[in-house]
């Protein structure tokens, strides 16, 4: 049910971070994964200055989207937080919640014409397909502690951005 | 006589009173005295000074005995409805905003109130009379004071009724400790007419947090000269939070019937660590909050109740929705409970992420999401038994529901910036149910015959290694084992099973014979 969940909340960007991050960390399955998610959601969090993921999509519609919007330290930030997301994702059905939700950091921007469309769902669907890719291939510890890594590292580059 | 002629004497009184030596020169041992059995005190009573007592005050006391050691029957299955009205009426004030009540209240009063009525539903469990009688009295009085005291801030009746369970859970520490020493028998082997309501040292926890919480009331209104939440005086806080911690660690760990002073204890002593500077409060507040997580998993409403005190400083909102999961998380029994505290970490996220850099509402996002971790990572092994709440805790399951998906409507807590994790909550509900159906659904169609494959002959010893039912794979089950296959180490037919607890079901699985299998 998680998964799915936080698949719906990612898809629709509707929501707020903490509960996205509590339903990632419960597909996640693994304690390390979970924190990774965790401080990569806060990372985007700290970057937009909001917990709202309507806000988020708001600000990458108005602004452009996450991986190019705003200073160098910011896009980083952006970039190590969709990352973490992918590697921290185990596989399976929960590539559909962390690919979505990277998908959504990256290029989220909230529909508001047909552009605006193409760039979320091409998002989400480049999202999901390195999600699967990174949880069949990759060996779920290591892979987890990079993800800690590198979330941590986007959100000291998300608290210097602002 | 001189004292070694005494001894003397003594010892030829001795050798005279012991048995003869037989002719081998060993002499038997004499024959154990019987062991007198020692007696109840009420037998020892001197039989020259009877408690004078008329007959007919003796028959009515025996009869109140008889009355309350029956058992409750109908009114236990009762009980849940009436705490449930009694629940239901106190979230009607609380969402009235207050308004008529038996006491003058606010609406975060009334919503300590519905807190303290659901959780003595669900604690109580009357299973006599007497029990049940009691009960009904806390169901009524209990709110009353948790209403007047989280709302108008008076806590004269507060103050009564923490007197009146400090003296009843000493009275049941007293008695246990009469009965042990009298009898020398353990306590819980003794029946009575007294039913003992939580064990021993659960009603020495309850006593001593009781008589804590009740000195900072005490020295509060010493000071200020009026029932009121201590507020200002540092020895009432640190009183205040004590005697909190020592109720709800009480309460966690397995005195149900403490429950219903959860509720009060930790309105008293956020309103006692409000007064407090913030990050002294937060730090301390934090580190105790992770170290309770570590140390007691299964039980999460302690360190819920520790965040709760944490943020009470500087984030009352907060304060209050971690309070909230903290009492709650009681009721739910189960490590699941600290789910609780998600919306009061969102609020906290809400408030802090906006505002930039805030030394201590960063301290307590990094103490919450640590203890949140921690808990997940002790909560880990899904092989631990999970408990299946009861009835009578249907009301405060449905308020720990509403809590966790629809917080924004909680308006007595003051939070802000819910208005997302409700409309989140919903979607993820919503979507959540649709899979849960759907998963009921399609194990069914798995789990036809069809799918699961045939078990080989029985003829057959070195079977099969298939891992799905396929056509080809069935074929090469059925032929003969090649001459290089590894031969079991035991003897005896070989007992294909189908381990359903694989990941991979259906597959053939080569186990040893269970004993006695030939």
Redesign the interface.
Known sequence: ??P??????AV?A???????A??L?AAAGD?LA??AA?AAL?AV??RW???????VAGAQAVLGPGLVAGSAAAAASTWGAAGALLLACPGGWSALAFGATAGLVVAGPAPGGAPDLAVRVAGALVGVGLAALAGRRLPRRPAAAAAAVLAVASLALAAVA? | MTEPAAARQRRRERKVAAPEADETGNRPHPPPEPRRRRQPAHRHRPAEAPRPRPKAARRRAEAVVAAAQAPAGALASLWPVAGAVVTLAWVAITVGGGGPSPVSTTAQGAAAAAGTAALVTAGWGPRRVGDAVAGALALVVLPMAAAAAAGSGHTGLLAAVLTVAALAAAAVVGRAAWIESDRGAAPAEIGGWVRRPVSEAAAAGAAGGCVLLLAALLSERAAVLRWALPADSGVDQVLAVLGALVVTATAALGARRVWGLVPSALVVSVAAAAGARPTPVAVAGGVAAVAAAAFLPRRPALSLALLALAAAAGHAPVAALLASAAALALAVDDPAGALLAVPGAAALAAAVVPAGRSGTGVLLMAATALAGLVLAARNGDRSLPRTVPAAAAAPALVLAGWLVLVPGTWAWTRATGLVAYDRGAAVAAASGALVAVLAMVAPRAERTPAAIPDPPPADEPAAVSAPAATPARRRKARRPAPADEPVPDEPGPVVVVVDTTDPERGQWRRRPPPRGVR
């Open positions: 049910m998680a799915a969940a936080a698949a719906t909340m629709t509707s929501g707020e971070i903490v509960l996205l509590v339903l960390g304690v979970a924190a965790l806060v969090a700290v200055g909001s917990t709202s993921l309507d806000a602002r």
